[in-house]
Nanobody
Framework: VQLQASGGGLVQAGGSLRLSCAAS????????MAWYRQPPGKQRDLVAS???????TYVDSVKGRFTISRDFTKNTVYLRMSSLKPDDTAVYYC??????????????WGKGTLVTVSS
C-alpha cells in the first residue's frame, strides 16, 4: 500500500490550496484518513481526520478554514485549505488506516508535501 500526497506549494496569505492523497495497492478497506502537518522545527500534529463514514474532525486552529473530504471510489482524501496564514506553513502528511486483502488494518503514511504561506 502506498499513499501519494500532492498539491502543496507557495501561496500568499489569504489564499487557498487543495491537497490530495491517493491510496493505492491491494486495498480491501480504508478506515479513517487524516492530514497531519509539521512546521519547521516543530513536531508533527494532527490537522484533520475523516472517518470511514465520512465524519470529519478538525483541530481548533483550522476550523472554518480547512475542509477534509474523501472520495471512496478513488481511495483519495482531500484537504481544502482557505484563508491561509503564515502559521499554516508546514510539511503536510496524509495518513490512512488501510486493510489489505487477507490482512489487518495498518497505518500508512504518505510522503509530505510542503505548503508555504507568505505574508
Amino acid at each position: 500500500v502506498q499513499l501519494q500526497a500532492s498539491g502543496g506549494g507557495l501561496v500568499q496569505a489569504g489564499g487557498s490550496l487543495r491537497l490530495s492523497c491517493a491510496a493505492s495497492g491491494r486495498i480491501y478497506s480504508i478506515g479513517t484518513m487524516a492530514w497531519y502537518r509539521q512546521p519547521p522545527g516543530k513536531q508533527r500534529d494532527l490537522v484533520a481526520s475523516i472517518s470511514s463514514g465520512g465524519s470529519p474532525t478538525y483541530v481548533d486552529s483550522v476550523k472554518g478554514r480547512f475542509t477534509i473530504s474523501r472520495d471512496f471510489t478513488k481511495n483519495t482524501v482531500y484537504l481544502r485549505m482557505s484563508s491561509l496564514k503564515p502559521d499554516d506553513t508546514a510539511v503536510y502528511y496524509c495518513e490512512g488506516s488501510v486493510r489489505e486483502f487477507g490482512g489487518a488494518f495498518m497505518d500508512y503514511w504518505g510522503k509530505g508535501t510542503l505548503v508555504t504561506v507568505s505574508s
